[in-house]
């Protein structure tokens, strides 16, 4: 079928809640995407930071083969293979355990279960995390909240109230856009859920105040430590402290959104540890499983405890296939040092987009940067487009602000290219 067709058969047929770019992508090789007509692009998006290894990646392609194979998917009545591995995993992860995630990642790759038991066993003064596996990072976020309210009804302070942080984002539901305190995307689905107080991001003074007005009603503090959909915000190291010293002070919890930013993206396993805070729950997608659609929430387990069979569930979370894929992700992920390769390659792209013309700003952390262009660029989304017909991919997430969320094997290489498309562009 002709592009001409597809595009089409999509507008006749398909719910319009995207403007689309004119391309269709057909094929996908590393940091390569090819359209339609054969045509080659540098992928700088990563399907909005799903791809972490970019696309065809062997080990995640060999493990979706394998396990498509043998067993889909079952439902969470059953145990199932790898579930329990990604989750031990995870937990080291959570701690930022990253030579024990390592252990535990050889051992998975061997198939040695023993070695896989040890590895996986908690070291002395090491938390345990446990893990509900979901879809999507809305329906981690929900997951995670649901606890958050569960676990103060049950264990905390009985409070109901989340305080959130204006220009975040957390989802599409209902409920996860009653949490994202954005007018443009709240306004036209109101009444929205309540139980959600705003907040101005690093304004300690205002989250202060929000704490002495409400108190033990909080039972939680949600935020993403960088404020991905906003224009890649990161929160200062001191608020995030502030949030977890408040929070925990009235006998609430802390939840980090890591969507979009976890899962070694900014050069740490979750970006809430650049600010040497540990929180209590933690939501995840993207990069999870390579490219299949995944999430998890993850919680300390004194919190997770609250949850009891019946209060929450998923007939596709954790299916087969998504737990092999993303048991593939993440040991690639650890075992491949990603986590040193996304802070060094991320430091490198970070000064060579400041030298691109037009360029006032970069922001951002490891392989998840932004920058805001001047009056002189034009519309950020009509640098998007030019970009595009270059052979770049990027994103823009305002009218000055440009989103790069490139796949983890990225390299200096692909900066440079990055770097010379958007100069020619910009100039």
């Not at 090819?34 to 990646?57: M, T």
């Not at 066993?121 to 606890?147: D, I, R, Y």
């Not at 001191?238 to 050069?267: K, M, P, Y």
């Not at 805070?277 to 999870?288: E, F, N, Q, Y």
């Amino acid at each position: 079928m002709t592009f001409d067709q597809e595009r089409a058969l999509d507008s006749e047929f398909v719910m319009h809640t995207y403007g689309r770019s004119q391309v269709e992508f057909v094929e996908g090789s590393g940091m390569t995407l090819k359209d339609a007509e054969g045509r080659e692009y540098l992928d700088f998006l990563a399907g909005i930071g799903v791809c972490c290894l970019g696309h065809g990646h062997s080990a995640v392609v060999g493990a979706v083969e394998r396990q498509a194979t043998e067993l889909m998917h079952v439902s969470n009545y059953f145990y199932i293979e790898h579930r329990g591995e990604v989750a031990a995993l995870l937990s080291k992860l959570a701690n930022d355990d990253l030579a024990g995630a390592g252990v535990l990642a050889r051992a998975i790759a061997e198939g040695d279960a023993e070695a896989v038991r040890a590895a996986a066993a908690p070291q002395e003064g090491e938390q345990v995390w446990k893990t509900f596996f979901s879809n999507s990072g809305a329906e981690a976020n929900e997951c995670s909240m649901k606890l958050a309210r569960l676990y103060a009804k049950r264990c905390g302070n009985g409070g109901n109230t989340i305080v959130c942080l204006r220009g975040g984002f957390h989802g599409r539901t209902l409920e996860t856009l009653a949490a994202t305190m954005q007018n443009r995307l709240q306004d036209t689905f109101r009444p929205l859920p309540g139980g959600f107080v705003a907040c101005t991001p690093n304004d300690i003074d205002e989250l202060r105040e929000v704490f002495a007005q409400l108190g033990g009603e909080i039972c939680a503090v949600m935020l993403e430590p960088i404020q991905g959909e906003s224009g890649v915000h990161p929160l200062d190291a001191a608020f995030v402290q502030e949030a977890a010293r408040l929070v925990h002070e009235v006998g609430g919890v802390l939840i980090s959104d890591e969507v979009q930013a976890g899962v070694f993206r900014t050069g740490k396993p979750f970006a809430i540890q650049h600010a040497d805070v540990v929180p209590d729950i933690m939501s995840l997608a993207k990069g999870i499983a390579g490219g299949v659609p995944a999430g998890a929430c993850v919680a300390r387990a004194e919190v997770a405890d609250a949850f009891k069979p019946g209060d929450h569930g998923s007939t596709f979370g954790g299916s087969c296939l998504a737990v092999a894929a993303a048991e593939s992700a993440l040991c690639e992920l650890v075992n491949g040092g990603y986590a040193d390769k996304a802070a060094e390659v991320g430091a490198y792209m970070a000064e060579q987009l400041a030298k691109v013309p037009h360029v006032v700003e970069v922001r951002g952390a490891g392989l998840m940067l932004g920058c805001d262009l001047d009056e002189g660029a034009g519309d950020a989304h009509d640098v998007v487009s030019a970009a595009l017909e270059a052979g770049a991919v990027i994103n823009a997430t305002g009218a000055h602000t440009l989103r790069f969320l490139p796949p983890l094997i990225c390299t200096k290489e692909d900066v440079d290219e990055l770097a010379q498309i958007l100069t020619s562009v910009l100039s």
